[in-house]
């Protein structure tokens, strides 16, 4: 009878702990998040930046839609944590190029890129967060769509490029690290996936 009242507490209190620690995450994360506006360079950080696949001296930063607390939220990063991925990053950078337009007569040529990156706890995991991620980012498009590459880099490849629309998206992981990159722009899948290899190796460093 003592042994049970003693397992049954001790159950109790380690449902406790678990409660007790699920409650204080959203704060945790509340007070490790940040965000602040890209910088024009940002060699130390690791993210893939539109200057790095236009390769086009006359790129400039577009306008932004939307500033608040002095962040530029078109051309900003943003840090946050979770128990599981402990390192986060996401990015939205856009770009002009004066003088050049769209081929499909739609206006000025505006690159634009979206990117996500994680630092896992369990590199086990990663294939199952892309394998989300391409859940909630891909909208009207099918799984199908989606066609793994090899690389002699990455542990797992997935890419997906839509000509209509000069849209390319990138997966990939190698370790413990994930990355996503939706990059709107005329640059080729190959040198977008390049630069996504690169930033990776950074991260593991």
Same mark, same amino acid.
């Given at each position: 009878?003592?042994?049970?009242? $003693?397992?049954?507490?001790?159950?109790?209190?380690?449902?406790?702990? *678990?409660? *007790?620690?699920?409650?204080? #995450?959203?704060?945790?994360?509340? *007070? &490790?998040?940040?965000?602040?506006?890209?910088?024009?360079?940002?060699?130390?950080?690791?993210? %893939? $930046?539109?200057?790095? /696949?236009?390769?086009?001296?006359?790129? #400039? $930063?577009?306008?932004?839609?939307?500033?608040?607390?002095?962040?530029?939220?078109?051309?900003?990063?943003?840090?946050?944590?979770?128990?599981?991925?402990?390192?986060?990053?996401?990015?939205?950078?856009?770009? /002009?190029?004066?003088?050049?337009?769209?081929?499909? =007569?739609?206006? &000025?040529?505006?690159?634009?890129?979206?990117?996500?990156?994680?630092?896992?706890? #369990?590199? =086990?995991?990663?294939?199952?967060? #892309?394998?989300?991620?391409?859940?909630?980012? $891909?909208?009207?498009?099918?799984?199908?769509?989606?066609?793994?590459? &090899?690389?002699?880099?990455?542990?797992?490849?997935? /890419?997906?490029?839509?000509?209509?629309?000069?849209?390319?998206?990138?997966?990939?992981?190698?370790?413990?690290? /994930?990355?996503? %990159?939706?990059?709107?722009?005329?640059?080729?899948?190959?040198?977008?996936?390049?630069?996504?290899?690169? &930033?990776?190796?950074?991260?593991?460093?």
């Amino acid at each position: 009878m003592e042994k049970h009242y $003693r397992f049954n507490s001790i159950i109790g209190l380690l449902f406790s702990v *678990a409660a *007790a620690f699920s409650a204080i #995450i959203p704060f945790l994360q509340l *007070a &490790k998040e940040e965000t602040k506006t890209l910088p024009l360079e940002s060699d130390h950080l690791p993210f %893939v $930046r539109l200057a790095d /696949v236009e390769d086009n001296i006359a790129l #400039i $930063r577009g306008d932004s839609s939307y500033m608040n607390n002095k962040v530029d939220w078109s051309n900003r990063y943003s840090y946050n944590w979770s128990p599981l991925a402990p390192l986060q990053y996401e990015t939205n950078e856009n770009g /002009v190029v004066p003088g050049k337009r769209w081929e499909d =007569g739609s206006g &000025k040529y505006t690159p634009s890129m979206d990117t996500r990156i994680f630092q896992l706890r #369990i590199a =086990g995991l990663t294939d199952n967060l #892309i394998d989300d991620l391409i859940s909630r980012e $891909r909208f009207t498009y099918s799984r199908e769509d989606y066609v793994q590459m &090899k690389h002699s880099d990455l542990d797992l490849l997935m /890419v997906h490029e839509d000509s209509k629309f000069s849209l390319k998206e990138v997966y990939a992981s190698k370790e413990n690290i /994930v990355m996503y %990159v939706r990059y709107w722009g005329y640059a080729d899948i190959n040198t977008l996936i390049e630069n996504v290899n690169e &930033k990776i190796a950074l991260m593991l460093d």
